[in-house]
C-alpha cells in the first residue's frame, strides 16, 4: 500500500473552472474603454471576479499548503508558503517591468496613446531611482497590477493562520475577523505612491477576508452548506436588491435606491471590501455552486475543459491578461467603440489566453520526458512539420545576431593613417596667417607639453 505522502489528490475540477471564469473576467474587465464591461457577471452586483479570484485561491491553498502544514509540520510548511510568496514577488515585479516595457513601446509608436496608463506609470519615470527603491519594497503599486502584492501579504498570515487552527479553528476565523474589523476602526493603510500618498487599491486587512473564507471552507474549518431551498431564496432576494446598487441601469431610474446607494456607500466600497459587498459575493456563490451541483457532468465538456485548463495556470494566465488588457485598452482608445465593433479585441485577448495555457499545461507534462525514443531526423516523411523545424532551427540559430552591437559606417576608413600636427617652427608670415585661422576656428589642435603615457596592459 502506498502512503499518503505519495497519493495524488485530483484537481478540483470546479474549483479550476471558476477561476478559469474569473480570469476571462477580470481581463475583460481590466481593458479601458471596453463595452463588453458592462455585460460581464460583475454588474450584477457588487462583488465581482477579483472577490471570486481571490477566494478560490484561498481555497486552493488549503488544499496545497494544508497539505504541506499536516506532512511536514509548522516550519517546513511555512518554509514552502515563504518559496510561493517569492514567485509572487518575482511575478509582480516581471509583470510591472512588462508593463512599463510595453507602454514605452505603445508611445514610442503614438505618443498620444496610453495617456491614462501613462500617468498611472508616471512616478516611475520621472523619479526612476527612488521609484525602483519604492517598487521593491512595496511602496510602490500602481493601479491595475496591484492584485498579486496583496496576495502576498495574505500569504504572509497564512503560517499563523494554521497555527492558531492547531489550538482551535474558532481562534483561526477569530484571527481574520479581527484584521478586518482593525482595519476599518484604525484605519489601516499601505502606501501604493509615495509622491501623493495613493494608499493601495486592494487593502490586504480587508481582503483577508475573502481569502480565508476560501480557506477555512477548503479546510473544512466550515461546512459547505447544503442545497436549502429557504436559504436559496434568500440568496436570490438579497442578489435581486444588491443589482441596482452596480448597474446604472438601476440606480439611475430608481433615485430613491440613489441616495440609498449613496448614504450607505462605505458597505459597498470595493478597496475595503465593504460587508455588503463580501455578503453578496457569499450568496452569488452559494446559487452558482448549487447550480453546478445539480449538473456535475457539465464539467466535462469541452468548452468547461477550456475554462479549467485557464484555471490550472492562474498566475502566469492572470499576467499574460493584464497585458493584454492594456494593449486592448490602446486598440480601443478614442475608438468610442461599441458592443460588436469591440468584439475582435475582446476574442483575440481570449484566444492569446486559451492558446497560452494548452501551451504550459502541455510544457507542464514535460513531453520530452514522456516520448520515448526519438525518431530518426528523416526528410522522406511528414515533410510539413521538418520544413517547420528547419525553419525553426534556422531562426535559432541566426537569433544571437540581433544582439550583436552595431558596427560604425566608416569602419573601413579606421585604418586611414591621421596626419599628425605640423609642430615645425614657421617664419613670421606662416606665423600671422596661423593665428586668423586659430581665430576662425571653432576647435584647435593643442599638444600637450607632458603627454600622459599609457602601460602596454590596463
Not at 515563504?82 to 503614438?110: E, K, N, P
Not at 442545497?227 to 436559496?232: A, E, I, K, T, W
Amino acid at each position: 500500500m502506498k502512503s499518503d505522502s505519495t497519493t495524488t489528490i485530483p484537481r478540483n475540477l470546479q474549483l479550476d473552472f471558476f477561476r478559469g471564469l474569473a480570469l476571462m473576467i477580470i481581463f475583460i474587465n481590466h481593458m479601458p474603454f471596453n463595452p463588453w464591461f458592462a455585460y460581464t457577471p460583475s454588474r450584477l452586483g457588487p462583488s465581482d471576479a477579483a472577490e471570486t479570484f481571490v477566494f478560490l485561491s484561498g481555497f486552493a491553498a488549503a488544499i496545497a499548503f494544508g497539505r504541506s502544514f499536516r506532512q511536514a509540520g509548522l516550519t517546513l510548511g511555512s518554509v514552502r508558503v515563504l518559496f510561493r510568496c517569492g514567485q509572487i514577488y518575482l511575478a509582480h515585479i516581471i509583470l510591472f517591468l512588462l508593463m512599463s516595457t510595453l507602454l514605452v513601446i505603445v508611445t514610442a509608436w503614438d505618443a498620444d496613446s496610453a495617456k491614462w496608463q501613462l500617468d498611472n506609470l508616471s512616478y516611475f519615470f520621472d523619479h526612476t531611482q527612488d521609484a525602483l527603491l519604492a517598487l521593491v519594497s512595496l511602496k510602490y503599486v500602481p493601479n491595475f497590477i496591484d492584485i498579486l502584492p496583496m496576495y502576498l501579504v495574505i500569504m504572509l498570515w497564512l503560517p499563523m493562520v494554521w497555527a492558531l487552527s492547531r489550538i482551535h479553528r474558532g481562534l483561526a476565523v477569530l484571527f481574520s475577523i479581527s484584521l478586518y474589523a482593525g482595519a476599518h476602526y484604525f484605519g489601516w493603510e499601505l502606501t501604493a505612491d509615495p509622491i501623493n500618498n495613493r494608499v493601495w487599491y486592494f487593502n490586504p486587512f480587508c481582503w483577508q477576508l475573502v481569502f480565508f473564507t476560501g480557506f477555512a471552507f477548503g479546510s473544512g474549518w466550515l461546512p459547505i452548506p447544503p442545497f436549502s431551498r429557504p436559504l436559496m431564496w434568500l440568496c436570490l432576494a438579497y442578489a435581486v436588491f444588491c443589482y441596482p446598487l452596480e448597474n446604472a441601469f438601476g440606480y439611475d431610474r430608481l433615485p430613491w435606491f440613489a441616495a440609498f446607494r449613496e448614504q450607505w456607500e462605505p458597505l459597498l466600497d470595493k478597496s475595503h471590501l465593504g460587508i455588503m459587498r463580501y455578503l453578496h459575493f457569499l450568496a452569488m456563490t452559494y446559487l452558482a455552486s448549487n447550480c453546478l451541483r445539480k449538473h456535475p457532468r457539465w464539467l466535462q465538456s469541452a468548452a468547461a475543459g477550456q475554462f479549467i485548463t485557464l484555471g490550472q495556470q492562474s498566475l502566469p494566465i492572470f499576467m499574460l491578461g493584464t497585458c493584454l488588457s492594456f494593449l486592448g485598452g490602446v486598440l480601443l482608445d478614442g475608438e468610442n467603440p461599441g458592443l460588436i465593433d469591440s468584439a475582435w479585441v475582446n476574442l483575440a485577448g481570449l484566444g492569446l489566453m486559451l492558446l497560452a495555457a494548452q501551451l504550459l499545461n502541455w510544457l507542464d507534462r514535460k513531453p520530452w520526458k514522456n516520448a520515448g525514443n526519438a525518431t530518426a531526423f528523416s526528410l522522406d516523411t511528414e515533410w510539413p512539420k521538418q520544413a517547420m523545424l528547419a525553419f525553426g532551427l534556422a531562426f535559432l540559430t541566426i537569433a544571437p545576431l540581433l544582439f550583436l552591437q552595431a558596427q560604425p559606417a566608416d569602419i573601413g576608413m579606421a585604418a586611414a593613417p591621421i596626419p599628425e600636427p605640423d609642430l615645425a617652427i614657421s617664419g613670421p608670415e606662416e606665423l600671422s596667417a596661423d593665428a586668423e585661422t586659430l581665430n576662425t576656428e571653432e576647435v584647435a589642435f593643442q599638444p600637450q607639453e607632458n603627454p600622459i603615457e599609457l602601460p602596454d596592459t590596463l
